[in-house]
């Protein structure tokens, strides 16, 4: 149990901004096998304690690299990058005024009375809104590549801001048509 491994040696992916959720999933689950705390249920406690942490050590690995946005931040952080989105400035004016469009547009989408229209509305913003955070993960794939980190920075900033409006859009589908 070695809880100084990096998350992609744990669960043995390449460290890359794509990673093979596949590959990912299925090293997760042999180590989980491995090392689940039920396993140690016989053992001295402190070998049960061990094996609980390095269980949370492992489920914590996989929930990061499972993740665009945490998986971005873990890898900025493994080249002495941390990043606090909080303190991140972004100063691209078309990308703040696309976030007040798509919420306006999300507002008016739960006004509309015609349910067929709200729910087309609805797929046509989560589609664009998808797009956006496929175009920056490709951003943060190349410019971690290039090793520019404020850059990479920034569109961890964005990504963050696009994920947390792809949850919303989720929350007024189950609203609407639930």
Not at 18 to 37: A, E, G, I, M
Request: with cysteine; hydrophobic share 35%; charged share 25%.
């Amino acid at each position: 149990m070695n809880f100084t491994q990096n998350y992609f040696d744990l669960l043995n992916v390449p460290l890359h901004f794509y990673v093979d959720k596949n590959r990912l999933s299925t090293h997760y689950r042999d180590l989980q096998k491995q090392f689940h705390p039920d396993k140690s249920a016989s053992k001295p406690a402190s070998e049960q304690r061990m094996a609980v942490q390095f269980s949370g050590y492992i489920n914590t690995a996989y929930e990061t690299l499972s993740s665009p946005v945490y998986r971005a931040e873990y890898m900025l952080s493994c080249e002495g990058e941390a990043i606090d989105v909080q303190s991140v400035t972004i100063s691209d004016g078309q990308f703040l005024f696309l976030q007040m469009e798509w919420r306006e547009l999300l507002g008016d989408i739960l006004a509309l009375d015609d349910h067929g229209q709200a729910e087309n509305k609805l797929e046509e913003l989560h589609q664009t809104v998808k797009q956006t955070f496929g175009t920056l993960e490709s951003s943060f794939d190349q410019q971690y590549t290039q090793r520019c980190f404020v850059d990479a920075k920034v569109t961890v900033a964005k990504m963050q801001f696009v994920e947390k409006m792809l949850k919303e859009i989720d929350a007024v589908e189950s609203t609407l048509f639930d």
